[in-house]
């Protein structure tokens, strides 16, 4: 074929609306083109001033970010706080002895020496220990912050530096716990986990794209693409952190977003750009045409994945508006460098894209003939797929019915120390906690009591209420204690105390004779407030667990209107952020759909195929969805994954899910759809479209879903829990999409809607 005419716009381009589109795209490849060595050598420089901060990133980091600052439970942390003077945050220590006993010299003295330095430590206002464990050889220490829980979390490596080191004559091994501990610990093992991970896919992924592209130039494109993008993508991360708090998931979404969408991005583009090489064109109208083309698809489908992230800032979340602000700050540069780096490098590298062949691997990209192409593998699929659309359809609906079906099942909880590995310190010491402190380790309440008058609590009406209260939940099922000014803790040795001797000695101030009531009283009541502490043998998230959460609530606030009751703890917080977080999911989801819909509007001029494209997001999502719960929920795979069931999901992981997911399936939808549109504008042929597209971008579409499956299976089998199932829920989505969705379910559709795909009540484009 001749070059004089290949720059000639074609047939598709009769629509003026049409036309305005490519020639702004093509205008915009000519500028890359001119400006080539510029542009990559600005790629260059972002790279090397982003290196030094994405190498930090993990550092600014946090495992928290779940705070709802009108929820009940927070309001109980407030109050206990600034009246009864509970510290903002705490940590525990716990020394534990094979051999030796608590009451041991030695062990006395490196209580005492590790007290004396903890004491020092910054923001430590107070230390308290409790009596020996069950076997008499551990003891529990509780450190008092005035750090918040995020500020305490940073600085957890340096407490675990003051620690005794283990050495030989130490009669005792200390372990750090608690949620701060905890926290730290998995930001750690998460950056470790995301760089062995991302270690092991770019050799792989190499390989996927030595195989489709068959040379080693055109293979390595997409790997630099996204060795640029990624380390740009955390560095702005990194100051998105210094600002927001940030959940170190992000560095789950920036491996998977960041790693895939560049390479996926570069596969249509290169894909696109020798096809046009294949047709004659120069190197400057391949890139022009390229950059109309699939670079409008590009930009389109890295639109709707940042719908979907932006999304998530509906819930006013700080976990949420992080992960929303680096996703979005990840897709966008991987978008960027797709749409500037790429043509950039394939300008520059022009026809020596295809140098370096790999044999019985290189396939050449000439245009084939019309008989050729219709003996196309793709071709005569979806030629099979047209013929018999109904029952494609049934079929895969009974399919992904059966996929979805333990979506109806869903159980949300929230993740815990039990998220970390088993040999990981925090976990070991918290394991002890529960061993040698069976109480401390229970599920408990806290239940503030505050006078709506603001009187005092030590009255004669304000002591019996407190009793009443405090007998009521005694009463309760599931419950194992309830301390409170009048139900106190059975001290060993001592006789228990009736409630009207307490009350008596309460009234006329004779309890602060009496040292260890005085004490109990100065941490559980201050002037109009009090607290009541329940432990209760429920698990969190259990059902029994969440149902005395609506029961406190419930009877305590309708039963006891001259004081003002509020009940917080774990199981009540988890309870106050599920209830807040799936209550804002719908507002999400509409923004999704309506957005996504009006964006797919503006590229098909179609109000069918978006709708269409919506709903085949939504069955993927759901099957999805099923997978998740067939395998985290229900154990299966346990040992091949290597975790251990909760019984539940992540509370977060089906709304995270939900909003990635639906840009990332939308990303396949929109480059098939663009092809087969262009297809059709050219020929006016309904069904040639679907098979000429579906010819053109499976095999691309396929390659980029193997990729993406990689990288999120390579996540799916790191340590976090969490990142297991981000990886997991991914993968499966993803190929659910590739496989079944868009290469049986969109030719079988658009083949009954036939014209109907193409209707469009604002204008039609003229075809053929």
């Known amino acids: 074929m001749g070059t004089k005419n290949t720059f000639a716009p074609p047939n598709e381009l009769q629509s003026s609306v049409s036309a305005k589109t490519y020639r702004i795209g093509r ?52 109050i206990s706080q600034q009246n009864l003077h509970y510290p903002v945050s705490q940590a525990e220590v716990v020394f534990q002895s094979s051999d030796t006993p608590v009451t041991d010299p030695a062990f006395q003295t490196e209580i005492q020496m590790f007290i004396a330095r903890a004491k020092q430590f910054p923001k430590v206002y107070a230390v308290l220990i409790s009596p020996a464990g069950a076997d008499n050889k551990t003891v529990m220490l509780t450190i008092a912050f005035h750090s918040s829980i995020d500020d305490l979390e940073q600085q957890i490596p340096a407490f675990q530096r003051i620690l005794p080191q283990g050495a030989a004559a130490s009669p005792a091994k200390a372990y750090l716990t608690g949620d701060a501990a905890t926290y730290s610990q998995l930001n750690q093992i998460a950056q470790s986990d995301i760089e062995k991970a991302d270690s092991a896919v770019f050799p792989i992924a190499l390989i996927v794209l030595i195989v489709v592209f068959g040379a080693l130039i055109a293979a390595f494109i997409p790997i630099m693409l996204a060795g640029i993008a990624v380390p740009i993508a955390l560095a702005i991360v990194y100051f998105i952190a210094l600002r927001y708090t940030t959940n170190v998931s992000v560095l789950s979404i920036a491996s998977i977003a960041g790693l895939g969408l560049s390479i996926d991005y570069s596969l249509l583009y290169i894909r696109r750009f020798r096809e ?68 950039a490098a394939l300008s520059v590298l022009g026809h020596r894209i295809d140098s370096l062949k790999i044999p019985f691997f290189h396939t050449s990209a000439q245009i084939s003939s019309d008989n050729a192409q219709k003996s196309n593998f793709w071709h005569a699929f979806a030629m099979q797929v047209m013929k018999r659309p109904v029952t494609i359809i049934l079929g895969v609906m009974v399919l992904l019915s059966i996929l979805s079906f333990p979506a109806m099942k869903l159980i949300i909880g929230t993740p815990g120390v039990d998220s970390l590995p088993k ?206 719960v067939w395998v985290f929920q229900w154990g299966n795979f346990a ?24 840009g990332f399936s939308m990303d ?100 053929g």
């Open 27 to 78: 205008n915009i490849g000519g500028i890359i083109y001119r400006l080539r060595w510029l542009i990559i050598s600005l790629w260059i420089a972002a790279l090397a001033l982003a290196l030094p901060f994405a190498a930090k990133v993990s550092g600014v980091l946090t495992g928290g970010g779940y705070t709802l600052p009108n929820s009940e439970s927070n309001i109980v942390a407030q």
């Open 276 to 343: 046009e090489i294949a047709r004659g064109r120069t190197i400057l109208e391949a890139i022009s045409w390229t950059e109309a083309t699939s670079g409008e698809a590009i930009l389109f489908s890295g639109i709707t994945v940042i719908i979907g992230f932006a999304s998530m800032l509906f819930f006013n979340i700080p976990v949420m508006t992080s992960l929303a602000l680096g996703g979005v700050s990840v897709v966008a540069i991987a978008l960027l460098g797709s749409l500037t780096f790429v043509p």
């Open 423 to 628: 040999d990981a310190s925090a976990r070991q010491g918290y394991t002890i906690l529960q061993q040698q402190y069976p109480l401390e380790s229970q599920s408990a309440f806290y239940i503030i009591m505050r006078n709506n008058n603001g009187s005092d609590i030590f009255t004669a009406d304000s002591l019996q209420r407190i009793a009443t209260v405090s007998q009521w939940l005694a009463a309760q099922k599931n419950v194992t204690a309830v301390y409170s000014i009048m139900s106190l803790p059975q001290v060993s040795g001592y006789p228990a105390i009736s409630s009207q001797e307490l009350m008596q000695a309460y009234l006329t101030g004779a309890y602060k004779a009496i040292p260890a009531l005085q004490q109990f009283v100065a941490t559980n009541a201050s002037g109009g407030v009090t607290m009541v502490t329940v432990y209760t043998n429920t698990k969190l998230d259990s059902p029994e667990g969440k149902a005395l959460v609506g029961l406190f609530r419930n009877h305590l606030h309708n039963e006891f209107a001259a004081v003002s009751i509020f009940v917080g703890g774990v199981q009540a917080f988890s309870v106050d952020f599920n209830n807040y977080l799936y209550g804002n999911f719908p507002k999400a989801i509409l923004f999704i759909l309506i957005t996504t819909f009006l964006t797919l509007t503006l590229l098909f001029r179609s109000i069918l195929l978006p709708i269409k494209a919506v709903v085949m997001n939504l069955l993927s999502i759901a099957a999805a969805y099923g997978v998740l």
């Open 639 to 662: 040992n091949l994954l290597q975790f251990t069931g909760e019984g539940f999901v992540e509370d977060t992981i089906p709304v995270l899910l939900f909003c990635v997911l639906f």
């Open 668 to 767: 396949y939808e929109v480059f098939l759809l663009s092809r087969i549109r262009e297809e059709w504008l050219n020929t006016g042929n309904n069904r040639l479209a679907i098979a000429v597209g579906l010819e053109k971008t499976a095999g691309i579409i396929t390659s980029a879903a193997l990729i993406m499956i990689i990288v999120a299976g390579a996540i799916t089998f790191t340590t976090m829990l969490a990142a297991k199932e981000i990886g997991l829920g991914m993968a499966a989505a993803i190929f659910i999409d590739a496989a079944i969705i868009r290469t049986l379910l969109v030719p079988a559709t658009m083949e009954l809607l036939g014209k109907w795909n193409w209707w469009f009540p604002f204008g039609k484009p003229k075809v």
